[in-house]
């Protein structure tokens, strides 16, 4: 199977392995991580456990899908023999070519096409094979799946939508195989937009996005396919959509994100917590809308300050939303002005991609600007 | 195929054996000989097409044909090797095995045409002029490249020659405007000076929807454009017949578009059909190309190209079809150099691109600055301007 899965992989593996190195905040560095430590309580901790990297978490989340609902069905190019992510790895061979199945190389029809499923009432999860390539699926998206039920005054749906997408910097993706593009999906109500950072989350949030009763687009951060294995569930479980977690309690600062750039902010705060002396609250959005502005909202209200960070570029990405809602909410407790750190406002670029990101030091440099204002 | 078919030369085939055996001194008679093969016949549709079963070339032109796909491969040969030793980083997608497209289109069409493809592009960029460093140095990152090192290699650019695209299909609208442009223009050109536009896709790009709208709209405004289906048989891993219900892309312009199915693993068949092809798009708008071809490598440097197609299929192609070998025979056939004169000509060949490399790595990297550069211009200064969060935040270069 694997030798299969580097035929059609069309993304260098080893930019894979260095980037996902690199997001995970290990490189070179012996700070001790905490974030791998958290226990979620929606994730079971009793039943068997196995040992998986996020890819492997996406495919057994499937696995389930389909196995519970002989209406799912899992689509998208190469998907058939496992994705270029390996994803969909042996499900064609488990649940037959009716169920999972390659698509041609067509967005805005594998959208369009998902969404026909589920207005009948299917379990459509279709896979866009990198988030780079869902504009020419945007149309569908935005003004069929999202405005389906309101505009039918409720007696048509495609709940039974969820589409997949890999999204993020790898180290070498250029322009085409590393953006973010969460935010101009989040201006749209009608749809759910989650993304997970770590196996564990990476199957509970997906099956609640497959069961969830709304379109829901999910984007998994690619750096972290391959990246460290965790103890996941073998049985079905579902992490709420909607909802962040705090990551670690801390009194001086709330630091937001989510995705693989929870593991840069790790880096970040034990930077300043060892530099600085201060106390850093982190919380991992986990879903982009509807989003947990209560937790967010409590958090900054106990500690005065925040620092929103995405790989996105900086103007109207999601982070300007989180902050606005910070301002419009917290701000007779700030004590000083909210950081965005993000990407800059230019192109995903190809050989500037260490200058482009949101790296520890630059979010470093936020925490410390929110601290000593 | 071709590579069977033996000439019928018009002048003296057998060049005296003494003047060939100096290496490099290949006699301007052999050059200048007339020599006539047979090509794979066209399957046309709602045209005739070209109206010819054999094309006539010179020994000059097969040996330039020879040296161009020689070249053309070895570019692609030493990229391969320079991403292997981890000069290349990213994205690498090699057009070897599919040399004769760049080969016969250019031998057609002007140089004034403009020519859009996908990330596929190295070499038909190379057609258009490109110098090798110029190639080299941009998949290595280098200042020296087409695109200064910020494209890559899926973003090449150069005269008449307008990328290098990396969203599949993408370009085919594209190409349709720069034929708008070109349509505009030619009311008032001269015959001789009017132009065309030629988009060129894969087989997998053929189901992407933008795709048929482009055939409707330049159908619709007569545009002159071709539109080229390089059908190598796969997409990825995916083979033309999974995700194409037509494969038969001569025949899919809306049934108005004239299409032509052409051997494009023989130079001279894709020459014939571009000639047509170029004054047909003047004379009556839009007409589509389907080039059958191969892709001897995997889709990109990740893919080794062998879990969805047997080796044996590969090698196939490379014994009974391969361009290279195919002008060799011909070559040698016509007594116009023989294999000790191609084996030096290649060596020369090799040593050039060899020595581009050289002079790739040894251009800098753009400094960081270059980061905000490129991305919006300001009207006034026509300097670089990039968006701040707010006005006062934004830069004037
Ligand atoms: C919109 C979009 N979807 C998917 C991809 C991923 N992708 C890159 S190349 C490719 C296959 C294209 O095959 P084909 O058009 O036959 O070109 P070839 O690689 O054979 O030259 C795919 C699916 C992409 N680059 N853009
Ligand atoms: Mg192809």
New binding site residues.
Partial sequence: MLRLSRAVC?MPTRAFASTAVAAAGSGGDKLPGFVHKVVDEDVPQDGEMVEMNLFEAVNAAMDVALDTDETACVFG??VAFGG?FRCSMNLMEKYGKDRVFSTP???QGIAGFAIGMAAMGSTAIAE???A??I??AFDQIVNEAAKYRYRSGGMFDVGGLTIRSPYGAVGHGGL??SQSPEAYFSHTPGLKVVIPRSPQQAKGLLLSAIRDPNPVLVFEPKALYRAANEPVPVEDYEIPLGKAQVLKEGSDVTVVGYGAQIYVLEQAILMAEKELGISCELIDLRSILPWDKDTVIDSVNKTGRAVISHEAPKTSGFAAEVSSTIQEACFLNLESPIQRVCGWDTPFPLIFEPVYVPDKHRVFEGIKAAIEF | MFALARASASAAVAAPAAARAAVRCISDAALAQELTFPITPFKCHLTDGPQVEEMTTTGAELLEFFKLAVHYRRLELVAESAYKQQLIRGFC?L?IG?EAIPIGMEAAISKADSVIT???CHTLLKARGASDVEILAELLGREAGCSRGKGGSMHMYGPEFYGGN?????QIPIGAGLALAHKHANAKAADDAKRIAVAL??????P?GQVHEAFNMAALWKLPVIFC????????G?S?SR?NANTEFYTIGHGVIPGVQVDAMDPLAVKAAFQWARQATIDNGPTILQLKTY?YRG??MSDPGTSYRTRDEVKEVQKSRDVIEGIRARVIDAGIADAAELKAIEKDIRKTVEAALEEAKASSELPASELITDIYVDKESQKGFVRGVSLDKSWVL
Wanted: hydrophobic content about 30%; overall charge negative; some cysteine.
């Fill in positions: 069309s190019e190469d270029v190389l067509s967005e866009i094979q990198f780079d390539y504009f020419p085409y195989h | 997608h057009h599919q996908a990330y596929r990396g969203i599949v299909g993408a896709c894969g087989d997998g790009a053929v992407q289906v390089e059908d190598n048989q796969f997409g990825m995916t033309v995700s892709r889709h990109s």
